[in-house]
């Protein structure tokens, strides 16, 4: 006979079967946790605050412990962490790490090709849509380290140039067509208390961005090099450019020696701020905003004009077209050309090679490439920031903080542009209110954009990569480069000696390179021109 079970047995063993299927099932939907770095704008706030990120790490199934560096840290940050061979689960942020690094630090990135294949759905949506994209993302052994981002708003220019129409009409002045007319017209707001408050001293008639030893950036003088017929992009960087076909550098060219004699005679005519060269980008940016209803700030250039002034001072503004040298050039006006920088972005996300779980990170990864929160990567939260129309489209609302224009709130509230993101091109959203201005303020800048023959005068350096024994070469020689060069220019605006001292400054960047390094680009250049897809 068998031996029953005891009722007591029966109801302990159906307790431990029953907590068992309880404890597979809590397994289950237990959060992997993840590390991530972002690197931001200054401005951001803290991520816990972002309710859409929250939504997508619960969507991928991921928890994830958040390291927040500024953009004027990172390179420090990113150094150490390089070199200490440890690197978190997830970096993201706009170019953070660099196709050299992946060439220079192969062991530490993983390669997302097969993930992509096996969790990244929104990933080959993209890559489909825009085969740019994958064109960006693929090194030249095949693999994948960085995913790229496309967003629909990019204009052809991230810069445009503002004078304070205010201050010409307070003074009787016209609007400046020409530098020698622009000089002019600094002189006189230097000299004749423009914003007419009594103080003949507060005035900064020219203001520009740092130039940065990493190389000039976006907002600075360099756009003027169009007016000598030099096509610059993504503001200049390390003075590359093409002309007809032919690659150079602006470092070397004597054309840029009539920008530098401009700016050093703005200099010595006191229309220039003393700290021009030394100062960073927070002050650059505050100055422009100035005291209630008084403007500082009388030509300058920037993104937009609420942007760069605030909302209060915005009016007092307008947009410039580019400016002839003088009344007798005759010369065909350029602009820089910063399209592909806008609408693209590179390494917006990397993964570790040694990630805790590789699936749940690309799960979280293609998550923000869903294009519902690629907006908000972009824009901010549905609710706050973007309004949910109910019918399939979007419109980004006004900021809540009703004294802060729409760029600044984009960057306070959100990742903005350091985010990993698809935007389809179908999809229905009015973008914020300065992506819409800025199709306004970029009309005097038209004719010269129109003019630059994108297939022979412009660099692609997005769409391009180097071998890892050719990156090497260029990052040792341009920092060089650029160490020379980025002190020489300071000095010149500041001090002058530029005619004296030019030719043996040539020389010096002969010496150290910078032939070599062009012919490099050319041939790289050359390959992409004869073998780029049409995208």
Not at 43 to 48: A, G, I, M, N, Y
Not at 402 to 415: I, N, R
Request: hydrophobic residues 40%; negative net charge.
């Amino acid at each position: 006979m068998k031996k029953r079970i005891p009722a007591y047995l029966i109801i302990a063993i159906c307790a431990f079967m029953m907590a068992g299927c309880l404890g597979i099932g809590a397994s289950n939907k237990s959060k992997v946790k993840l590390n991530a770095i972002i690197v931001k704008h200054p401005l951001t706030e803290d991520v816990v605050n972002m309710d859409w990120l929250k939504e997508a790490e619960k969507n991928a199934g991921v928890e994830i412990e958040w390291q927040e560096v500024s953009s004027s840290d990172w390179e420090k940050v990113k150094q150490e962490l390089l070199l200490s061979g440890e690197i978190p689960d997830l970096i993201i942020g706009s170019n953070a790490i660099k196709d050299a690094e992946f060439a220079q630090y192969p062991s530490l990135f993983q390669d997302l090709t097969e993930l992509i294949e096996k969790h990244g759905p929104n990933v080959q949506q993209m890559f489909q849509d825009k085969p740019e994209t994958k064109v960006i993302a693929t090194q030249l052994d095949g693999k994948i380290y960085g995913l790229p981002k496309y967003q629909p708003f990019g204009t052809e220019t991230a810069t445009r140039q503002f004078i304070n129409k205010q201050w010409l009409d307070h003074l009787g002045l016209d609007i400046p067509t020409t530098w020698d007319e622009l000089f002019a017209v600094l002189v006189s707001f230097k000299e004749n208390d423009a914003n007419g408050n009594g103080d003949l001293d507060d005035e900064i008639p020219m203001d520009f961005a740092p130039l940065g030893m990493g190389g000039f950036e976006f907002f600075t003088p360099t756009v003027l090099l169009g007016s000598v017929g030099i096509t610059i992009a993504n503001g200049g960087g390390q003075g590359y450019f093409v002309e007809d076909g032919v690659v150079k550098n602006f470092f070397v060219d004597d054309r840029a020696k009539e920008l530098i004699t401009f700016l050093h005679k703005c200099w010595e005519a006191g229309v220039l701020t003393e700290d021009i060269i030394s100062r960073d980008y927070a002050t650059y940016q505050s100055v422009a905003r100035g005291n209630g209803d008084i403007a500082n700030v009388g030509f300058t250039w920037g993104w937009e004009i609420s942007e760069r002034f605030g909302n209060t001072l915005a009016p007092q503004y307008v947009s410039l077209p580019p400016l002839q040298v003088s009344a007798s050039s005759d010369k065909q006006l350029s602009w820089s050309y910063d399209y592909y920088g806008l609408t693209y972005g590179a390494n917006m996300v990397q993964m570790s090679a040694s990630a805790k779980d590789e699936d749940a990170a690309m799960k979280f990864i293609n998550e923000l490439y869903d294009p519902i929160v690629s907006m908000q990567v972009l824009f901010g939260s549905i609710g706050s920031n973007i309004s949910d129309n109910g019918d399939g489209t979007y419109t980004v609302l006004p900021p809540e903080n009703l004294g802060m224009d729409p760029a600044t709130w984009k960057w306070t509230t959100t990742w903005g542009d350091n985010g990993p993101l698809y935007i389809p091109d179908s999809l229905q959203l009015t973008p914020s209110a300065d992506l819409e201005a800025i199709v306004d303020q970029t009309k005097p800048l038209k004719p010269a954009l129109d003019s630059i023959d994108k297939e022979k005068d412009i660099y692609p350096e997005i769409f391009i990569k180097y071998s890892p024994d050719d990156y090497y070469v260029l990052t040792q020689l341009n920092t060089a480069l650029m160490n020379i060069s980025m002190g020489a220019f300071g000095k010149w605006i500041t001090e002058g000696g530029m005619d004296e001292e030019w030719d043996v400054y040539v020389q010096q960047l002969e010496s150290i390179g910078i032939a070599k390094t062009i012919d490099m680009m050319q041939k790289y250049y050359d390959e992409y021109e004869e073998n780029k897809i049409d995208f």
